[in-house]
């Protein structure tokens, strides 16, 4: 029953080994907990097994544990978990500047504050608002450009 629990926690520390490797590197949570149960099998052997036993399992715990590393922390490991599908349009592929000038008129689809949406000849912009906030079916004017937003103000 002693050499299940000696197996038991040297299989538990290469757990925890890798997780602090892949899951929560810098955390060290997975090191502190892979090093008691590494410690705790070691014991083990050494108080029931004697010193051969003992060395042996400081033995298979580093190569186990050098093998681990090596297989955590190689890039093809990992490939087959990670995302693989490219995204390859944007919703705004074109500047609003490059449509759009400067005193076009639309109507804000939702509340500006001070960011929000505006439609200008049938298309939808993100747009900022100049001044306070702008609710929702009023009349704008375009009046500038940040970016990938236009910046508006209300008609009043």
Not at 106 to 120: A, D, N, Q
Request: with cysteine; aromatic share 8%.
């Amino acid at each position: 029953m002693e050499l299940f629990y000696i197996i038991l926690l040297v299989f538990l520390g290469l757990l925890f080994l890798v997780a602090e490797l892949v899951l929560l590197p810098g955390v060290s949570i997975g090191a502190i907990l892979s090093l008691v149960c590494y410690g705790g099998s070691i014991y083990l052997a050494f108080r029931d097994f004697g010193t051969a036993a003992g060395v042996t399992v400081i033995v298979v715990i580093l190569l186990l544990s050098l093998v681990a590393v090596v297989v955590s922390l190689r890039a093809k490991t990992w490939q087959r978990f990670s995302l693989k599908q490219e995204i390859r349009s944007s919703s705004m592929s074109v500047l609003p500047a490059e449509e759009l000038r400067i005193g076009q008129h639309g109507v804000t689809l939702s509340r500006l504050s001070p960011m929000g949406k505006v439609e200008i000849d049938g298309k939808v912009y993100e747009a900022k608002s100049t001044g306070a906030y702008v609710d929702p079916r009023q009349e704008i004017e375009v009046v500038g450009f940040e970016n990938f937003s236009v910046i508006v103000k209300t008609l009043q």
